[in-house]
C-alpha cells in the first residue's frame, strides 16, 4: 500500500475492469476509493449479518425443548430431545462441508457474494423450521424436512466464519485490523445471547407453555428469517475488498484443495491455533451452564444469569483485546492466553466446581473469558493474516471448521462422559492439554501482524 495514503483513502489497485464474475456486476471491479464511511459501512453490515446468521444456529437449541415433539413420535421427552440433539448435530457435521465450499466460492467469485449465499442459505433453514408440518399432519417428512434445514443452516454457518474473517480482515485497515475483526465474536455471543433472550421474554411474558409448544416455537425461527432478509439487504450495499478485486484484475483468484495443500504450515497452524481455543470457549460459553447446575448445585435460573451475564462481559471484552493486539502485536496476547490457560485453567475449574456462591462462580468465570479472549477476540485476523488472497476463504474457514467439529463440538460430550465416569477432574487436565499444545503453536509462529499475507 502505497504509504503516502491515508487510512481514509485506500484505491483499488486494479487498473481496469476485469470479466465479471457470477453474483458481481461489471462496474464493481472498476477503479474506485474506499472511504472511511463506506469501509465502516461494510464492516457494520458484515458483523449484523454474523450476529443474524448465529442468532439462526443458536435458537435450535434454546427452543428445543417446545418443538420436540412437534417432529418426532409421541414418547418420553428424554427420546424426543435426544432426536433433536442428533439433528443438532448433523448440522454440526455439515459446517466442514460449508467451510470448504464456501471458502471455494469466496476465493473465485468475491467475498460478498459468499455473505450473501450464506445468508440466503440461513434464511432458508430458518423458514422450512418455521413453516414445516407436524409429525402429526405430515410423518417422517416432518423429521426430514428439520434435518435439511438443519444441513443448510450447518452449511452458511461453516461457510460464515471463514468468509466473514477474510472480509472484515481485508475491508479493514490495516492499523485498526485487529480491532475491527474482533467484532467476528462480539457479534457471534450477541446472537446466542438474544436466542437466550427471546426465550425469556416468551416464556415469562408473552406465551404460556402450552402456547409454546404448540406454535409459540415457530416465532423465533419466523423473525430469523425476516432478520435474515433484511441482512442480505445490508450485505447487497458492501464493498468488495481491495485485495480480492486486485487479485481478480491479475487473473489470480480461485483456490482448491490443491492449492491449500501448499501451504501445508498455514494450514497446521490454524489447526494447532484453533484446538486449545475452541475448547476453551465452548468449555466456558456452552458448557458452563450445564456445569453450575450439575456439578456446582446452582439452581437453573442462576446458572443461565450467570451465563448470560458473563457471555456479555466477554462479548465486551473483544474489541479491547483486538484493539490491543494492534498495538503489541497478535502472537504476544496469544502466548497470553496459551499460558495463562495452561497455569490457570485446573485451578479455576476446581475453584468454581467447590464453591457454594454465585458471585464466586460468576467472577471466576468472567476471569476464564478474560483469559479465554486472547484467543477468540483474534483468532479470525491471526488466520487471514497467513494465506495470501487466492486461497485466503478457504484456507481459514476449512481447516478451522474441521477443528472445531473434532475438538469444539466434543467439548461437552467428554466433560458429561467423564464426570458419569467419576473422573470429572480429568476434563479441567484435558483442556489444559489441548491449551498447551496451541502454546507450542504461538511460540513457534511467526507475527502475523509484522509478517502478513495481506497486502493493503
Request: proline residues 4%; hydrophobic residues 50%.
Amino acid at each position: 500500500m502505497d504509504p503516502t495514503l491515508s487510512d481514509d483513502t485506500l484505491p483499488d489497485s486494479a487498473a481496469h475492469a476485469p470479466t465479471s464474475a457470477p453474483g458481481s456486476n461489471a462496474h464493481e471491479d472498476a477503479p474506485r476509493t474506499v472511504r472511511a464511511r463506506d469501509r465502516l459501512r461494510s464492516i457494520f453490515s458484515g458483523s449484523i449479518g454474523n450476529l443474524i446468521e448465529w442468532y439462526d444456529w443458536y435458537v435450535y437449541s434454546a427452543f428445543a425443548l417446545y418443538f420436540a415433539r412437534a417432529f418426532f413420535p409421541s414418547g418420553d421427552q428424554t427420546a424426543q430431545l435426544l432426536n433433536t440433539a442428533a439433528v443438532f448435530a448433523v448440522g454440526f457435521l455439515a459446517r466442514p462441508a460449508g467451510g470448504w465450499l464456501m471458502g471455494l466460492y469466496a476465493d473465485r467469485y468475491g467475498r460478498r457474494s459468499a455473505l450473501l449465499m450464506s445468508i440466503v442459505l440461513m434464511c432458508a433453514g430458518s423458514l422450512i423450521i418455521a413453516l414445516c408440518p407436524s409429525y402429526a399432519q405430515i410423518g417422517v417428512a416432518a423429521p426430514a424436512l428439520l434435518v435439511t434445514a438443519r444441513l443448510l443452516q450447518g452449511l452458511s454457518v461453516g461457510g460464515e466464519y471463514g468468509t466473514s474473517a477474510t472480509y472484515l480482515s481485508e475491508i479493514a485497515s490495516a492499523r485498526h485490523r485487529g480491532f475491527y475483526s474482533s467484532f467476528q465474536y462480539v457479534t457471534l455471543i450477541a446472537g446466542q445471547l438474544l436466542a437466550l433472550g427471546l426465550l425469556v421474554v416468551l416464556q415469562r411474558l408473552i406465551l404460556t407453555t402450552e402456547q409454546l409448544e404448540s406454535w409459540g416455537w415457530r416465532i423465533p425461527f419466523f423473525i430469523g428469517a425476516l432478520c435474515a432478509l433484511a441482512a442480505m439487504r445490508l450485505r447487497a450495499t458492501m464493498q468488495e475488498t481491495e485485495e480480492f478485486t486486485r487479485t481478480r484484475a491479475t487473473g489470480r483468484q480461485g483456490s482448491s484443495i490443491r492449492a491449500l495443500c501448499e501451504h501445508p504450515r498455514a494450514v497446521l497452524t490454524v489447526v494447532g491455533l484453533t484446538m486449545g481455543g475452541t475448547i476453551a470457549f465452548y468449555t466456558y460459553s456452552i458448557y458452563m451452564q450445564k456445569f453450575l447446575v450439575n456439578t456446582v448445585g446452582l439452581g437453573k435460573h442462576d446458572a443461565t444469569l450467570i451465563s448470560a451475564v458473563s457471555l456479555t462481559v466477554f462479548a465486551l471484552i473483544q474489541p479491547l483485546v483486538g484493539a490491543l493486539s494492534d498495538r503489541i502485536g497478535r502472537r504476544p496476547v496469544l502466548i497470553a492466553f496459551g499460558v495463562l490457560g495452561t497455569l490457570l485453567t485446573v485451578p479455576i475449574m476446581t475453584a468454581i466446581s467447590t464453591t457454594q456462591s454465585a458471585w464466586v462462580a460468576f467472577a471466576l468465570i468472567v476471569g476464564a473469558l478474560v483469559i479465554v479472549s486472547g484467543y477468540t477476540s483474534i483468532n479470525a485476523v491471526v488466520k487471514a493474516e497467513l494465506f495470501p488472497a487466492q486461497i485466503r476463504a478457504l484456507g481459514v474457514g476449512l481447516p478451522y471448521a474441521l477443528t472445531v467439529s473434532i475438538f469444539g463440538g466434543t467439548a461437552e460430550y467428554i466433560a458429561l462422559w467423564l464426570k458419569q465416569a467419576g473422573h470429572e477432574s480429568l476434563f479441567y487436565w484435558y483442556v489444559t492439554a489441548a491449551i498447551f499444545c496451541s502454546l507450542l503453536v504461538y511460540a513457534g509462529m511467526r507475527d502475523t501482524k509484522h509478517h502478513t499475507m495481506i497486502q493493503s
